[in-house]
């Protein structure tokens, strides 16, 4: 499957439609875009459901029942039960941080955060493993979709931060490196409603 649709040659390049996958096939899209560079999902029904899915994320990790995340208003009143949930920036101590992800890109399994006091941008790249909560209703097709969805929505942050999958380098040796500039480990929880 393609990402994008060929159209005729135009005075010898090509032009490109821009993604348009809808529905579940969208979804499914951006779970394989995802996994392929690393990444792994889960998905929940309720924000409510996030606590346990966390706690059974860390446990499996073998990470401390801990997670530090933004004051972001998804996560307000969720009881964490046996997980430690911090709210502040980012710390380069963080085992594991949590943010929420504005839209998804099912054409590259990109998710897009926003930074602000809500999603510190410090959670995105200090914590050793990433845990991003993202509404399958944000994910859209491609780029054409994603900047239309910001415009729509008049984000303004001071950075807009397009991540797709764990840090990875390979500029030492040309061995691929997972967690050279960032987290080792990124893992996105799809919530339904």
Do not use: Y
Request: charged share 20%; with cysteine.
């Amino acid at each position: 499957m393609s990402w994008h649709r060929t159209l005729p040659l135009r005075r010898g390049r090509r032009l490109w439609q821009p993604a348009t996958l809808d529905g579940p096939a969208r979804i499914d899209q951006f779970v394989t875009r995802l996994e392929a560079v690393d990444g792994t999902v889960s998905r929940i029904d309720s924000i409510t459901d996030l606590p346990a899915a966390l706690a059974d994320e860390l446990r499996n990790r073998n990470l401390p029942a801990a997670i530090r995340h933004g004051s972001d208003p998804l996560f307000d009143g969720l009881d964490w039960g046996a997980v430690d949930a911090s709210s502040g920036v980012g710390r380069i101590e963080e085992p594991a941080t949590l943010s929420r992800a504005e839209i998804g890109m099912a054409e590259t399994g990109t998710l897009v955060l926003a930074s602000g006091p809500d999603n510190p941008v410090t959670l995105t790249f200090l914590g050793e493993t990433h845990f991003v909560v993202l509404r399958e209703s944000d994910v859209c097709a491609g780029f054409e979709d994603m900047w239309a969805a910001v415009r729509a929505r008049s984000l303004h942050p001071r950075t807009l931060n397009m991540v797709t999958g764990p840090s990875r380098s390979a500029d030492i040796g040309q061995v691929l490196q997972l967690g050279a500039h960032g987290p080792v480990a990124f893992h996105v929880f799809l919530l339904k409603e």
